[in-house]
C-alpha cells in the first residue's frame, strides 16, 4: 500500500518517463557491479574496520597499563600506611597494657 503510494507520487511529482529511466539507470548499475566488485568494496570495509579495531585495541591497552600503574601505586602508599597503622596500634595497646599492669600491682600490694 505504501510502496503504490510512492509509486503515485513519483508518477505525479516526476513524470512516468523519468521514473523509467532511473529504474533502468539502478538495474544497469546494479547488472555493472560484479561479485569481484562487491568483494573488493567488502574487502576494503573489513580493512578499514580491522585498523579502527586496532587502534582501539591499542588505545584501551594503554589506558588499562595506566590504570595497573596507579594501582600498584596505591598499593605500595596503602602497605606504608598500613605499618605504620599497625604500629601505633601496637605501641598504644602495649602502653595501655604496661599501665594496667602497673595499676593491678599497685592494687595488690
Known amino acids: 500500500m ?12 516526476m513524470g512516468q518517463a523519468t521514473l523509467s529511466s532511473l529504474l533502468k539507470e539502478d538495474i544497469n548499475v546494479a547488472e555493472e557491479l560484479g561479485t569481484k566488485d562487491v568483494i573488493e568494496q567488502v574487502d576494503t570495509r573489513l580493512g578499514t574496520l580491522e585498523q579502527d579495531v586496532g ?3 591499542s588505545k584501551v591497552d594503554a589506558r588499562f597499563e595506566r ?6 601505586g596505591l598499593r605500595s602508599e596503602m602497605n606504608s600506611t598500613t605499618r605504620w597503622l599497625v604500629g601505633i596500634i601496637f ?3 602495649l602502653t595501655m597494657m604496661a599501665s594496667m599492669a602497673s595499676i593491678w600491682l599497685k592494687l595488690g600490694n
Open 2 to 13: 505504501i510502496a503504490t503510494q510512492g509509486r503515485d507520487i513519483l508518477k505525479f511529482t
Open 55 to 57: 587502534s582501539l585495541d
Open 67 to 72: 590504570v595497573h600503574e596507579e594501582i600498584g
Open 91 to 93: 605501641a598504644s595497646w
